[in-house]
């Protein structure tokens, strides 16, 4: 977004980049739900869950993102933009912890898509900062 400022939290970050999506998906002609919908191969509910950024704390699942992706008509803009979710998601950029970075990051090194080259993950350290005492469960 051309002129605007760079959010400070990792959730504002997240959200600012559905809402991204969602704009890409507008200028592409992708207008109304069933367009988007059908745009990214998913159901209405999702899509609207999605680029209303009203999903759940975590962000675009590793499953919704491998579908989209495996969409071989999926249009190349909306295409980038979700890679570059992917991308900035697996840098920890939007706050997840690092076994939740781990998680996505092996669920997608499955994908046989296409797509798979194009997710030249950013090396991030993500092992464990600090350990449980041994008191605690």
Same mark, same amino acid.
């Given at each position: 977004? =051309? ?8 959730? @504002? ?18 207008? $109304? ?11 209405? $509910?999702?899509?609207?869950?999605? %680029? ?6 975590? *962000?675009? $699942?590793?499953?919704?993102?491998? !579908?989209? %992706?495996?969409k071989p008509d999926l249009n190349a803009?909306? !295409?980038?933009? %979700?890679? @570059?979710?992917?991308? @900035?998601?697996?840098?920890? !950029? ?33 092992? =464990? !900062?600090?350990?449980?005492?041994? *008191?605690?469960?």
């Amino acid at each position: 977004m =051309p002129g605007s400022r760079e959010p400070s939290d990792a959730k @504002e970050r997240q959200v600012c980049k559905l809402r991204e999506l969602a704009d890409t998906l507008v200028t592409a002609g992708f207008v $109304s739900l069933d367009e988007q919908a059908n745009a990214l191969g998913l159901s209405r $509910s999702t899509t609207w869950t999605i %680029l209303k950024a009203n999903h759940k704390n975590y *962000g675009l $699942s590793a499953v919704l993102i491998k !579908r989209m %992706l495996a969409k071989p008509d999926l249009n190349a803009r909306v !295409r980038a933009k %979700l890679i @570059e979710y992917v991308r @900035e998601r697996a840098a920890g !950029r939007y706050g997840h912890n690092g076994t939740q970075l781990r998680r996505f990051i092996q669920l997608l090194a499955g994908m046989t898509s296409a797509d798979a080259h194009a997710l030249e993950f950013v090396k991030v350290d993500v092992s =464990p !900062r600090t350990r449980r005492s041994a *008191g605690r469960h």
